[in-house]
Structure formats: structure tokens, C-alpha cells
């Protein structure tokens, strides 16, 4: 590029001697999302976790599409963009591709993610460009007031299915393993230090970091997940997936996970069947236990899964793109308009 | 062997047609390149099927390129050819209706067999009966002709079957007097690997060749001199090879990189092909998954800091409208390329057709001004969509640009511009932090700041919902919006103040003026030319800019007693005129997928002039 985005970047380098705190990653806009709603912890603690992730702010681009969620980059003192209706993802991709250097993120619903923005997102999964996803997930559509997601459980009441919906819901984590996704993840609004962690490592990943974020929408879906957030339900509600640890849940890590064939399941350690050693121990490299982990999710008599899922090392995309146009320069050498304009055939009238 | 008379022509208009895995449109590419070489003016028309194998030997199926050529100017494909190659049955009931009374015919021979006949609905061989009597045949049996130049090779039988296009290709080359050599070295390069191919389609074509020189069948052949065209340097150029380039060099000029984010789409894919040759240009093509993804990755990758741009035919320009309007609301640079063919939706996609024109102008929710510039041809391709990033870059606002399938596809003689010389492309990417408002403006072209991420400083957000003016921030208020809207509004009104004013072909005043936009200029020139030789007062205004108009279009309508208004459409920027000039102006409409004939053009004149006589 020229002189001018050299000088920017230049400039760049010594923003990032800059020592943020939160504070600084918030904008002078009013949030609005309702009082209560899950929303307010996600965006504090993507605001906690911004300053240690050591890219100096003017180099961050939040990008959304719509829906509650989507509001989100007017709330953060970066580069934002409020896109339209499930095109967050595409937008996103170009902005990534235009500067590769930049850290993207995107923020969407299980409504705008999945519904009207599915296609763009497994399409974004399976190029693996270095953008991270966080897909809130409340399981209703909050904006429009109230009707069912492809989230919400079969048979949900709403003011569009007053006979009870009749969709089978997606499992947000094995659509995007199926996808190919590299990174994927889930965690939950309630639990911030989890939240905190699952960012950074998305963060961290280099290719397209799914999350998706479990939210309560307390106007339109309260307590969907209360199970999984009570003190009194949580502990043998959720396991937390932990990479090289075996899968131990329950309030007093009396439970287990073990393999049956390719079936989980789970065992208790309290009555001498088995032991510690029987359990699955988590490895995020492996793809196949991935699928088996993310398909445990509906299963009413398993524990939810939360934590990473998958992550693994694929090229990126925007990479493979730089690495062919460098192919090209040494190939062709650095494009000249007026010599390709009078390149081939050509004849001259006098 | 008698000698053969060489006749001199000022014209000529040929036409390949065969089944559409014949190789007619290859025929006719390599055709068009020697010619140009040789220095003709020409002008072609490629017209195949949608299907890439439609049911073999139907006329369904029949795949044709005709191409005029002269020494004189050229401006249209012919309104009818003199010659037709009908590699079969098919092809001669398809196409016979083009040649002229009296043209010549070459019939491939076995490509009328029983089975042929009967695929394309003859219940009589036209070679056999007197149907062909008013055109001159010869009977040429290709087939065998070509099988019989490759029997040394030991080839497979599908490949010499695929040679046959090059012995006709050869025979034509002879009887209009073209060299073999641009062919052979295109041939020697496209399939260096593949040794087997190569040499095949150079014996079939020099058998073709040789077979018109000792043939007693043939006893003319014709000389076309090279054109008188104004002097400089030439190339062929293809429309959406023109497109192409003036995209790259718009992103050159502008020191930038182009992004283009595209779905394959016809006619358009050709634009994605040739711009994902040229990395080394910095270009990069994103082939997205939908046409919406096309557009909005554009619209993300503008918003970084390149020239977004996305490629797209009618089908697909609809399902961009939703982004059209955000990237009138957030104000980047956006180039738009609708190839338009026959609709409405999926239509008729390898046909042309000019019916998108009100879409492109009002198509979208809200008050949603954007700029619209149309090619008038193949090579004016360049010129368009290069004005086109111009105009984007400068004003900050979505463009679009529409050519055709006829456009896209056709190609001309483009006398090649100095890329020195192009007009200046100079983003202004803000820098300075001090007193930094994503929405305010310049003052004379009303165009926001160019802040892109990685600026210190001048982090902000932009999005769809409505903006306070200047701050950038949401905003639902009454009167801010109606000024939104309005500076929106003002902002690609002032783009006028920005162009050159419109020119006149003809006298400056008369009976009639031909208003005209798009790929009809060619036919309404020809038109226009005939009548101006007989002495009528007509003269021609061709619209490139059809939002905002140049400001000298209605007094140019006001000295013209009668307008007329030619579109491949049921009559789109008639209504524009009418509207805005308030004339009560005449159409002549057309919508048959395929481009006008000068000679419908100017009977509609003449019926004009008529009407003006007591």
C-alpha cells in the first residue's frame, strides 16, 4: 500500500506502548439493553479482558450485524461497525482481508448468526479467516420481541408459535464443527472469569475462534439457563471441558464421563464402579471427541458442556491469500497498468 | 487450379453456428483477434445457450458468434450476415433468418444427416430441396475432411471431433484473407503441455485453409482493407475484459488495493475471472459464498481501507439491494458492476437486455440516492467503471455501472489509453485526530472523512441505523433525519457539478434527437448516420450518466422538435425524460434478449420525420 498507510502504522507502534484499562475501551454512547439483560457482563468483561490482549485499540474492529446483541460495537471504544441483518460475518471477512493485521471480532445472535446469517457463518468456519466469533445465544428473538430462534427448544410457547414451535433446535457448536471451524467454545454471561478466559483464548487463536455465549434474556426468555448459572443446579448441571483433564462434574466431583463405543457417559466415582482412570481425559486437538462433546449438549441426562471444544492449527485464509499475491509478484512481478494495458496482441494505426 | 478472384469488400458480417459443444464461440474469438490484428474495425456478437451442453443437435442447443468487420467504421454486429458456417442442421434453421438474401451458406455436410435433420424439425434435407435457392451453399463435409487431416495422428474420436471448429475456422480464414499466424500462436501457447491437442488443431486448421485454396467449390475470396481508424496503438478488448482493467487501474491510480468480493454469475463471471489473474496488481478476489456476501464483504473490505468492488448480473443485483442502501447510509466507496441480461428473475441468462435501469436507480428502501454511469460499449467498459471508482472514491458513496451481456461479451478495436494520463484518483484518508467527526463533510462535495481502522485516534462506529449529522452517532430525530436524507441526496446531486456536459452528435438542433444509454449506441449511431446521409436533421445524445444527469440535458432536449427514446426495455428512461424534462418524448422498445438492428432504429426515424411533413 502507500506511503500514507505505512505512516499509519508506524503511528501504530507506538499507540501500542500505551498501558489500557478497561475504561478505555469504552465509548461515550449510552447503553441501552434492558436493565438486567446478559448482555451488560458480556460487554464488561470484553472491556476487562481488551487491555491484556496487547493490540492497541485503533487496530480492533467489532463488527455486527442485528439484533440486541448487535448493538454492541457502539458500546466499545473501537473501530465498530452495525451491519446489516446475518452479514456481520461477510463484512468482517473483508474488513480482514482488506488489513490482515488488524484483530476482528464479531459479535451476533443466535438469530442474526444462525438464521438469516447461517450460510455467511459455516462459509466463515471453513475458510478460517483469523476473525472471532462470539455468538450470544438467548434462544429468542429479543429485538423483534419475542419470537422463537433456531435455538429455542422444540415446542416453545411464543407470540409466534402460540401451538409451540416446531423446529428442532441447532446445536450452535456442532453446526460449526461441522463447519470445520478450528476454535470452538462455549461459556456463559454468569460465570466471568470463565467468559474472561474463553475471549482470550479466542483471541489467541489464529483462524476463525468460534464462541458462543449462553445470555439470559430476561424480558423475552428469563432463566433459560438458570440451571446451568444456580448455585443449587450448577455443579451437576455443567462439566468444564479442560484440555488433558479428565471430565469430572458434580458438586463434590462425584461424576464422571466415560466412552462407551463412541457414546459418553456418565459414571459415578462414589460407588467403586470406577475410577478416575476410566474417565475421558479432554484433548482440543482431537476433532472426533470434539463431535462427540458438542453432541452431549441436548441430552437432558448429561451435563452441559462449557469451555473449549476444539482448537486446532489450519492456515489461514487471509495468509494463503498474501502467500499467492507474493506468488504472483515473484511470478509476474509488481503489476505495471500501462504495460499490462499494451501487453499481447497489439497493433498500431498510423 | 484456376486462379482465384480476390473481390474487395468494405464490409463483411460473418456468423460461426454450430452445437454449443462445437467451439463456434472459440471460432469466433480467434476470428475477431486476427481481424483486429489486421487493423478492421469490428464489432461482434457472441449468442449461446444457458446450458453448457444443451441436448445435442436441437436447435436449443445452437451456439453462434457473428462479427462485422470493415474498413469503414463499425458500430454495430450487423444487422444480418452475408456468410453463415452451420456445422449442422440446427444451426442453419436458427440462424437462416440472419443472412441476407442471396448470402452464402457453408453446410458441414454430415452435420445433416437423418438423425440431424430430424433433431432440428426438417421433414425435407434444405440441401436437398430448392428451400435454399436465394442463398448461394456449399456443401463442405467437415466432419470427414477433418477426420481425414488426422488419421496419422491416431487420435481419439472425441478429439477429432473437437478439431472440426478449427477446419472451418481455417476455411474462413481463407476466403476473408487472414493470416493463420495469430491463430497458430495462440494455439502453439494455450496448449504447450498438451502436445496432442496443439498439433491437431494446427493440421485441421491448415487443412482448412488449403482445402479453400484447392477446392473448385470456392471462386471468390475477399480482401477487407484495415479501417481508417484515428492513429495509435490498438488492442481487441472484451467488455468484461474492460471492466476489469478499469478496475485495477482505478485501485492503481488510487494507490489502494482493490477487493473484489463476487459470485459467479453470468454474464458477469468473466470480470471475476480476469481480476483473479492479477494479484501482482494487489487485487483480491474473493469468490463469496452468495451475492450477498459478495457486496458486503466489498462494503467491509472499503471500510479498511481498499476499493471495494463486487461484479453481479441482474438476479444477483437483487439480492444486493439490501446492502446498496447501507452503503448509502455508512457513505464508502463502493464500485457496483450489474452485467445485465434478460429478466425478470433468472430470465435469460446469456441474453441482453437493458430493463435494469429503474432498479438501479430507485431500487431500494428509503430515500437511497446512488450514482448510476452506463457503458455505451465493449471497450467503454474501461472508461465507465474507472469514472465509476472516481466518483466513489471522491464522493464517498456506492456507485453502480451498468453494461450488458452484449457489452460483456462483445468486443471492439480500444485504442489504448495512456495510463499517465487518466484522470487523478487521490483518496484523502484522514489521519488527524484533532477535531475528528465521522460525518462531517467537505464542503463542496458534501463527502465524509475516509477514517479507516488502524488510524490512531480516530476510532469510531458506522453502521445502518440513522446518523446525527456530523457526530456519526445514532439518531432518531425528526429533523435530523430529513436533513440526513437531504444531504444524502445533495451530496450525489453535486456530482454534476463534476462531470462533462453533455455532447450532441449531429447538429445541436433538428427534428428528431435519439436519446439513447447503454449498449444501443452502436445500432441508434448507425441509425442516426444513415438518416444524416440522406440529408434529415437527427442527431444523437448518448446518456453515460444516468444519476445524477449533466446539467445541459434538458436545454439539449428543448431545441429538438420530437425525442426518441430507443431501450431494450419496456420503456425505463423514457419515464426519467418525460419526468424530468417534462417532453413528451417517444420510445421504441424491444425486449428480445438480443441488441437492436440499426435498420429498426432507423425505420422508426423515418415513421418520426414523416409525422413532422404536412
New interface residues.
Partial sequence: ??N??E???L??Q??SKLKYTAKDFQ?D?EVRWCPGCGDYSILAQAQRIMPDIGI??????F??G?GCSSRF??YL????????HG?AT??????????P??SVWVVTGDGDGMSIGG??LI?LLRRNIDVNVLLFNNQIYGLTKGQYSPTSEKGKITKSTPYGSLDYPFNPASLALGASATFVARTLDRDPKHLQSILKRAHDHKGTSFVEIYQNCNVFNDGAFLQFTEKETKDDSVIYLEHGKPLVFGKEKDKGIRLNGFSPEVVSLKEGKASINDLLVHNETDTTLSFILADMTYHSHMPRPLGVFLSIERPTYENE?QR??E???E?????N??K???S??????? | MREKKLRNLDEATIRFAGDSGDGMQLAGTQFT?TT????NDLSTLPDYPAEIRAPQGTTSGVSGFQIHFGSTEINTPGDSCDMLVAMNAAALKVNLHSLIKGGSIIANTDGFNDKNLKLAGYSSNPLKDESLSTYQVFEVDITKLTITSLQELNLSSKLVDRSKNFFALGMMYWLYDRPLE?TLKWLTEKFANKPDIREANIRVLKAGWNYGETTELFKVRYAVA???????????ITGNQATA?GL??AA??A???L?L?SYPITPASDILHELSI???????T?Q???E??GI???????????L?ATTTSGPGFSLKT??L??AVM?ELPLVVVNVQRGGPSTGLPTKTEQADLLQALYGRNGEAPIPVIAAATPSDCFNVVYESARIAIKYMTPVICLTDGYLGNGSEPWL?????KLPDISPH?R?NPEGFFPYERDAVTLARPWA??????????????EKQNISG??NYEPENHELMVRLRSEKVARIANDIPPAEVEGDQQGDVLVVGWGSTYGAIKTAVQRHRAKGHRVSLLHLRYLNPMQKNIGEIISRFKTILVPELNLGQLIKIIRANYLVPAVGLNKVQGAPFLAEEIESKIDELIKGHRP
Fill in positions: 500500500m502507500n500514507l498507510i505512516n499509519i502504522s503511528q501504530s507506538l499507540g465509548s454512547q492497541p485499540k485503533h487496530q480492533i474492529v463488527v455486527s442485528i460495537p457502539y471504544d473501537t473501530y465498530g461497525f452495525h451491519g446489516i452479514r461477510a463484512i468482517a471477512s473483508g474488513v480482514k482481508l482488506a488489513q493485521d488488524l450460510n455467511h462459509h491469500m499467492q499475491i506468488f504472483a509478484k511470478k509476474r512481478g509488481e503489476g497498468m500501462a499490462l494495458l499494451n499481447g496482441e497489439t497493433w498500431t494505426i498510423q | 483477434n483486429a490484428i489486421l487493423g495469430p484495415p479501417a481508417r481508424l484515428a492513429p495509435g496503438k490498438y488492442r481487441n482493467w485495477m487501474a492503481q491510480k494507490k489502494i488495493d477487493f468480493g492479477y494479484k501482482n496488481f494487489d487485487v483480491k474473493f463469496a459464498e452468495d450477498i456476501a458486503t464483504s466489498a462494503i467491509g473490505a472499503s471500510f479498511a481501507g481498499a471495494g439490501e446492502a442502501g447501507l455508512v489504448i489509453p495512456d495510463y499517465e484518508f489521519t479507516i481502522p488502524g488510524t490512531p485516534g480516530l476510532e469510531h462506529r458506522i453502521g445502518g441505523l452517532n445514532i
